[in-house]
Nanobody
Framework: VQLVESGGGLVQAGGSLRLSCTYS????????FGWFRQAPGKGREGTSC????????YYVDSLKGRFTISSDVAKNTVYLQMNNLTPEDTAIYYC??????????????????????????WGQGTQVTVSS
């Protein structure tokens, strides 16, 4: 399994970025994907997840309305559209995936983002820096 994030960079406050996560090597259909971030000096936190089989999306409350997760199965890519960015959004952003055979659908539907830490495959991350 391979996950490769891209699209990070430097943006001014109020700006937008779209992150991409291109995936390969899954031996099951419809993995469940999550986007996470880790700010300097802080632990990794979940932002959103998507069950691609049914297009179910979960967002942490604090990011609803600014972040949008989506997928393009034909391109084997998951996206995170981030709008109205603030310096507090500065972090390394990671993509993760859980097989549906490992309960990924349940974990996403219930917002159990922490499950990705133990059960998920991970990309290397992409840096997002928001200047004030």
């Amino acid at each position: 399994v391979q996950l490769v994030e891209s699209g990070g960079g430097l943006v001014q406050a109020g700006g937008s970025l779209r992150l991409s996560c291109t995936y390969s090597g899954f031996d099951v259909e419809d993995p469940i994907f999550g986007w996470f971030r880790q700010a300097p000096g802080k632990g990794r936190e979940g932002t959103s997840c998507i069950d691609t089989a049914v297009n179910f999306k979960y967002y942490v409350d604090s990011l609803k309305g600014r972040f949008t997760i989506s997928s393009d199965v034909a391109k084997n890519t998951v996206y995170l559209q981030m709008n109205n960015l603030t310096p507090e959004d500065t972090a390394i952003y990671y993509c993760s995936a859980i097989s549906p055979l490992r309960g990924g659908s349940h974990h996403c539907r219930t917002g159990e983002m922490v499950a990705f830490e133990a059960l998920g495959s991970w990309g290397q991350g992409t840096q997002v820096t928001v200047s004030s």
